[in-house]
T-cell receptor
Framework: EADIYQTPRYLVIGTGKKITLECSQT?????MYWYQQDPGMELHLIHY???????EKGDLSSESTVSRIRTEHFPLTLESARPSHTSQYLC????????????FGNGTRLTVT | AQSVTQLGSHVSVSEGALVLLRCNYS??????LFWYVQYPNQGLQLLLK??????LVKGINGFEAEFKKSETSFHLTKPSAHMSDAAEYFC?????????????FGTGTLLAVQP
């Protein structure tokens, strides 16, 4: 059973459109993350958050932005989508300590035409 | 800086055979180590983790992994493969004492199980 939810699961849009990928968790976790996953490649951290009103860029540069207005919600926005943004985006959360595992959502597969 | 290397992007075994997925890590400090599994069209699910204590870690679905500091390895094994084990497996490392739980992932190993 999923305690972290991502919508939509699949999205096909045209170049130049603004999109928001939704991520919500019901576990009360302070820390949330966005990873980008391409076939045959490692997952790359693109954004993370320590808590409300806290956001940081990850190890992989991304043109996307995030916000954390509520603990349970961590949406990712692309102001103007491009074909290079085609990828799978995975949201995750964790309770806090360094040895706590991440809980992942099922991902959003984005295709920009 | 931490890094993870998974040897073999594709591994194929017969049903009932031993599963061995290799993972080597690089870390300047003692790491936390994780194995995740990803089934098609799903997110990642935790299989097992090593933090401290016993170096042989048992996880879900009959998988286990052994932390070998001298070899900087954390290989994943299962004595007998089942068809339902077909999935992609990711090894990951995080920084001990780090504040953010940021995980560094390997490139993944796709496991195929032949009948």
């Amino acid at each position: 059973e999923a305690d972290i939810y991502q919508t939509p699961r699949y999205l096909v849009i045209g170049t130049g459109k603004k999109i928001t990928l939704e991520c919500s968790q019901t576990m009360g976790h302070d820390k949330m993350y966005w990873y980008q996953q391409d076939p045959g490649m490692e997952l790359h951290l693109i954004h993370y958050s320590y808590g409300v009103n806290s956001t940081e860029k990850g190890d992989l540069s991304s043109e996307s932005t995030v916000s954390r207005i509520r603990t349970e919600h961590f949406p990712l926005t692309l102001e103007s989508a491009r074909p290079s943004h085609t990828s799978q985006y995975l949201c995750a959360s964790s309770p806090g300590q360094g040895n706590s595992p991440l809980h992942f959502g099922n991902g959003t597969r984005l295709t920009v035409t | 800086a931490q890094s993870v290397t998974q040897l073999g992007s594709h591994v194929s075994v017969s049903e009932g055979a031993l599963v061995l997925l290799r993972c080597n890590y690089s870390s300047s400090v003692p790491p936390y180590l994780f194995w995740y599994v990803q089934y098609p069209n799903q997110g990642l699910q935790l299989l097992l983790k090593y933090t401290t204590g016993a170096t042989l870690v048992k996880g879900i679905n009959g998988f286990e992994a052994e932390f070998k500091k001298s070899e900087t390895s954390f290989h994943l094994t299962k004595p007998s493969a089942h068809m339902s084990d077909a999935a992609e497996y990711f090894c990951a490392v995080s920084v001990r004492g780090g504040a953010t739980n940021k995980l560094i992932f390997g490139t993944g190993t796709l496991l195929a199980v032949q009948p």
